[in-house]
């Protein structure tokens, strides 16, 4: 059975209980609808489409992940407005965590959460400067809400201030839910703050209740709750986090020379600050801001212990004293760990009491002094520092010894010092020394290898820090070290043994046995017990320690020394301890070397090892057991006539020019996937004699040739195979799937992830301070940072509640120009901003206060606006500090007002960043003719003299009826007049116009908000509004005269009568004709003369008069009868109404009478 195979345990029916009684599903019978289609259509699109959903749902921008392998501590931030429950909450959540009560929250807390998770807590002050600094590092946020308030300003300004700054993790807790004591209305409350919430984050943001305080701190079953929700959300990684280091100060310290603190109390100080490396590699040197203070250059960067470890062991879950936390600004951690110093808070009075003559009460109430507190006093009573007490004392390593002192320890070592002899430490050194010792260099080198594969757990540091290139092979060997066979190799000791001279090592290596040690007079080798199918050839059923720890004094004393590369400082007192044997040359192992120079390795010299080149074992091992061992080692490994015709490592030739290639570049490799095989080649080669070695080894490779060139072909056709079908839009198998797709999200990501790799394994065999200075220190690891010539302010004004951030800058961040962003005035904002008024912006690290000026783009220009559009967005440039495009900001009128109203008067993007800008501002200069002579003009009052005349030839004006013209040249007198030509005749009545644009130039304004000089952070005051100007100096608004509205009043004009020629009137048609006849001044004979009627003409005029009477008279009774008759009929509807409306009144009444009823029936 294969042992990688999974085995799950099988499945029991259960035969009793409630599982056998249950009934089977009706459907149980029927078809597994797994295994067939779906009946409906309607359905089967339905899935299809809900499966599409989901899958695009998953896909986001893939960004790369760029969290270490022990990650910083979670930033989780409680956020609310005041009295909301934030200092409960987070000693309820300390007390679950650490099982620490807090008494008062001064600065990040951090305890240790999990196996593989950390937690810093901060408190959030109801600040403006503050809620932005926390906004741009935080994690993941805690929003606190008042349930009996409902939503204040301050949680919407804060959630304003997050999308601008990259939107974390939020969850929303409800406080003081005690307070209701009607639980409807509790439960309509929850469902209307619910919904409200989602508006703001997202559909299904959680949000939490906390029902009230028992006994100083939220319910425990729901502080866990809570605690369990952050333990598992995923953090995706910001932008901004991911592309910049930061640092949240836990501890503040001031390490100015009390000297010129007294000398000068305003002098720059120097400061130290410590916290835990998030985002990116810091270097040192590197650029910082610091909110609220200003721009610094990192003096000094030191990696120091972690004060808040994760667990070393992985367990089920933590012990109690795996729960950490530290929080120095809050008194809490018994140890702080410096660079040059441990700090002990110990709380309570530890001062010598005879010191302080004012403590004469405590004196008198003889308050009996515990052991630790009278330790802690014996220590302020030495008078000699740890340096003397070190020199005075000493250390006997024998019951009958004497005592040895630090001189007797250096002077012994001193006296020892010419028997050292120095191992070499890298593969330079074997080279220069190879021509004088080259029987001692392959002595060593096969020494070396054997070695390798002899190591133990005793190995495991001097091989993590050699630096040569078999340490891989060393770990491989470990674990078979330890199950390794005893033999009965034997060694026995003579007298002359137990009296040799001790020779002491010059490094922390560790001993190596001289070929002289290896006697065969003292040696018993037996045979009989070996197995070489394991090919155990070394070990010992009772070892002689003596020999073993202090060596063998049978050295010759003209014996070469091996030089070590490394410098004597490298030597320490653990030297003391340390043992090096000499080494001689050995004849015999000169073949195996074959003129290859390996990297020297240390051994392990407790362990016995026999020399392949020795009397004894040339005399008792067979030559087909040697050979086969000397395969194993990197000396002979290269070389061929040693090698046999199939081994498990890759074969290798040296060339013509001494270099090692590979074979299987030339065809000359083997099947390793063919296991029959290699079982044939492991048999011929143990089978052959020492002699017939090399002609077995070149016949069998020749014979194998060709088999093994046509496996590779078969190989290369298969993968050729392989990525035809892939190219195709098959699986890899080449089977031709229809899901073809490339995936081009999981490729992004996996390519993120292997170039991640790719840096991790660049420096992964360099010292960690080789890493800090290349490529800096990284992401998670607890750091002090020295700041030097900072203000005096912000070490005096130190206030622990307020954060202080050490933001990383890149080099293009330091760089001060015009910015180029969209933005949009908050809807919430009551007022319209204005070009010229001062802004508080917040963008990157950094919050400062900058004059904008705001415009829109109509594609041709960049025209600049007074005032701020209503419900649209415009472009706005102000002068600061060069950020990245596509960068969030906002902005606020004032950092240090409080106010009712919404604070956040703006919000917007970055565009692009230049020295320069272009917009214009529209410019209207108007004239009036003074001559006209057909289609040109004299035109004045436009210019003021010739010279600006002569600026704006060739521009275009135009009259205010429309007509184009064009400004020619200027005139002699007046002053600034010109001649203009235009398409038509103007008349001198018209004003003529010239629309030009004008350059504006944005203001270099950059005033940095340094809230954290100050003694009260919020009050700090920039530069003014201009309404807030004008109000402090009672000054009115200026207004201009043309600027008022006003009626316009103008001269009604008179036009002359339109004169026509009498020839071309006698041309018009009649009605063309002007009709110009004047009124008759008196009456003429037609009109006075009478008309008298004829009888007959009588007679039909009174007839038609009498038939127009009675049709008057029968219209008047027809429209009286209607009238009536419309009466009616409208009293007969509104009576017919009247019953109606009843009917339904009353069927209304008993329909809400049953529905109250059944609902009454329901809520009992």
Not at 823 to 851: A, D, M
Request: net charge neutral; glycine share 6%; hydrophobic share 30%.
């Amino acid at each position: 059975m294969d042992p990688n195979s999974q085995s799950n345990k099988a499945h029991r029916i259960s035969k009793v209980g409630a599982g056998a009684k249950k009934s089977k599903h009706k459907n149980a019978e029927k078809n597994n609808p797994k295994a067939f289609a779906m009946r409906s259509g309607v359905r089967a699109h339905k899935m299809a489409v809900r499966r599409v959903t989901l899958n695009e749902k998953k896909l986001h921008v893939p960004l790369l992940d760029r969290t270490p392998e022990i990650p910083p501590p979670i930033v989780v931030a409680v956020v609310g407005p005041p009295q909301t429950g934030k200092t409960t909450l987070i000693k309820s959540l300390v007390r679950r965590y650490a099982k620490h009560s807090l008494s008062e929250i001064n600065g990040p807390i951090t305890v240790v959460s999990g196996k593989k998770q950390r937690i810093t807590f901060i408190e959030a002050v109801n600040d403006m400067n503050c809620l932005i600094d926390i906004g741009k590092v935080v994690d993941l946020v805690l929003l606190t809400v008042d349930a009996s308030f409902g939503f204040e300003m301050e949680t919407f300004e804060f959630l304003n201030i997050l999308q601008t700054h990259g939107f974390p993790k939020i969850m929303g807790v409800l406080t003081f839910l005690d307070k209701f004591k009607d639980s409807k209305r509790l439960a309509n409350t929850k469902k209307k703050l619910k919904h409200r919430f989602w508006t703001e984050i997202y559909q299904g943001a959680k949000l939490f209740y906390l029902s009230g305080v028992i006994n100083g701190r939220y319910p425990d079953q729901e502080i866990l709750n809570l605690s369990r929700f952050i333990s598992v959300i995923k953090f995706r990684p910001l932008v901004w986090h991911n592309t910049h280091p930061y640092v949240i100060a836990d501890r503040f310290e001031d390490i100015t020379d009390r000297e010129l603190v007294v000398n000068n109390p305003k002098c720059d100080r120097d400061i130290v600050l410590y916290g835990y490396l998030r985002g990116t590699k810091l270097r040192q040197g590197s650029d910082i801001h610091i909110p609220g203070a200003g721009d610094f250059v990192l003096d000094n960067i030191e990696l120091l212990a972690d004060p808040c470890p994760l667990p070393d062991k992985v367990r089920k879950r933590l012990d109690e004293k795996q729960k950490l936390i530290y929080a120095p600004m809050s008194d809490v951690g018994g140890l702080i760990f410096d660079k040059d110093a441990v700090y002990i808070n110990v709380p309570g009075n530890f001062s010598k009491k005879n010191l302080y003559p004012d403590q004469q009460d405590l004196d008198n109430l003889n308050i009996p002094q515990g052991t630790g507190e009278n330790l802690v006093l014996k220590l302020q009573d030495t008078d000699t520092n740890a340096f003397k007490q070190l020199e005075s004392s000493h250390i006997q390593l024998f019951s009958q010894s004497n005592p040895l002192t630090s001189s007797d320890i250096v002077t012994h070592s001193s006296n020892h010092q010419s028997a050292r002899v120095r191992r070499p430490y890298s593969s330079n050194s074997a080279d220069n020394n190879s021509d004088n010792d080259n029987d001692s260099d392959s002595d060593s080198n096969s020494q070396s290898d054997i070695d390798s594969g002899s190591n133990d757990d005793s190995d495991s540091e001097s091989d993590s820090e050699s630096g040569s290139g078999s340490g891989p092979s060393l770990k491989k060997n470990k674990s078979k070290s330890s199950r390794r066979a005893s033999s009965t190799l034997n060694f026995g000791q003579t007298e002359s043994d137990q009296d040799e001279d001790v020779k002491y090592a010059d490094t922390e290596s560790e001993y190596e046995l001289s070929s002289d040690d290896q006697d065969s007079s003292n040696i018993d080798l037996g045979l009989s017990n070996f197995s070489k199918s394991n090919q155990i050839y070394m070990g010992s059923n009772k070892a002689d320690l003596m020999k073993l720890v202090y060596g063998d004094n049978k050295q010759k004393p003209t014996q070469p020394k091996i030089q070590n590369l490394q410098d004597d400082e490298d030597s320490d007192d653990a030297d003391f301890f340390k043992l090096k044997a000499s080494k001689k040359s050995d004849n015999d192992g000169q073949s195996l070397s074959n003129d290859l120079t390996a990297d020297y390795e240390e051994f392990d010299s407790c362990k016995f090892f026999i020399n392949s080149g020795s009397p004894a074992s040339s005399t008792e091992f067979s030559d087909d057991f040697l050979q086969s061992l000397k395969m194993h080692f990197l000396a002979t490994a290269f070389d061929s006539e040693n090698a046999p015709a199939s081994n498990d490592a890759t074969q290798y030739s040296e060339s013509e020019n001494g270099d090692f290639e590979d074979l299987e570049q030339n065809g000359d490799f083997e099947d390793l996937e063919n296991d029959s095989q290699n079982e044939n080649s492991d048999n011929d080669s143990s089978s052959v004699n020492h002699e017939d070695s090399d002609e077995n080894t070149a016949n069998s490779i020749e014979e194998n040739e060709d088999e093994q060139v046509d496996e590779f072909a078969a190989k290369k056709e298969l993968l050729k195979k392989k990525f035809d079908a892939q190219y195709d839009g098959g699986d890899d198998d080449g089977s031709g799937s229809d899901d073809g797709e490339v995936d081009i999200f999981a490729a992004t990501k996996q390519e993120f992830n292997k170039q991640n790799e790719l840096n991790k394994e660049e420096f992964m065999n360099d010292s960690p301070q080789l890493r800090a200075q290349v490529e800096g220190y990284l992401p998670g690891q607890y750091l002090r940072l020295k700041l030097t010539n900072v203000p005096c302010e912000l070490s005096e004004n130190f206030d622990p509640k307020y954060p202080i951030l050490v933001g990383g800058l890149l080099k293009a961040e330091t760089q001060f120009g015009f910015i180029n962003a969209r933005i949009k005035r908050h809807r919430w904002f009551g007022k319209i901003l204005k070009t010229g008024n001062p802004l508080v912006f917040s963008s990157g690290w950094r919050r400062f206060q900058s004059i904008p000026t705001y415009a829109l783009n109509d594609r041709i220009k960049t025209r600049m606006l007074k005032y701020t559009p209503e419900h649209m967005h415009c472009l706005v440039t102000f002068y600061g500090p060069i950020s990245a495009p596509n960068m969030g900001f906002c902005c606020v009128q004032s950092a240090s007002k409080s106010t009712t109203n919404f604070r956040i008067c703006a919000t917007g993007v970055i565009l692009d960043n230049d020295q320069s800008t272009e917009i214009v501002k529209k410019l209207k200069l108007v004239g009036v003719p003074f001559k006209i002579h057909k289609n040109s003009a004299f035109i004045k009052n436009m210019f003021n003299s010739q010279l600006e005349v002569a600026r704006f030839e060739g521009a275009q004006i135009r009259t205010v009826s429309g007509i184009r013209g064009q400004v020619k040249k200027a005139l002699k007198a007046p002053p600034g007049s010109f001649r203009a030509a235009f398409e038509d005749k103007i008349l001198m009545s018209d004003i003529v116009f010239l629309r030009a644009w004008y350059t504006i130039k944005p203001k270099k304004f950059y005033n940095p908000v340094t809230s954290l000089l100050l003694s009260d952070k919020t009050k700090w005051e920039g530069m003014r509004q201009i309404v807030d100007i004008r109000r402090d100096l009672g000054v009115k608004v200026p207004t201009k005269f043309d600027s008022h509205y006003k009626p316009i009043v103008r001269q009604e004009r008179k036009f002359n009568k339109l004169q026509i020629p009498k020839a071309l009137q006698a041309q018009l048609p009649f009605k063309n004709k002007p009709k110009l006849h004047s009124k008759k001044k008196t009456t003429d004979y037609l009109t006075k003369r009478a008309v008298v009627l004829e009888p007959e003409e009588k007679k039909v005029v009174s007839l038609i008069n009498e038939i127009n009477l009675l049709s008057n008279i029968q219209k008047k009774k027809r429209k009286e009868k209607s009238i009536e008759q419309k009466a009616k009929f409208e009293k007969k509807i509104k009576l017919q109404n009247e019953i109606t409306k009843e009917k339904v009144n009353k069927a209304r009444k008993e329909h809400f009478r049953k529905q109250g009823l059944a609902n009454k029936s329901n809520t009992k």
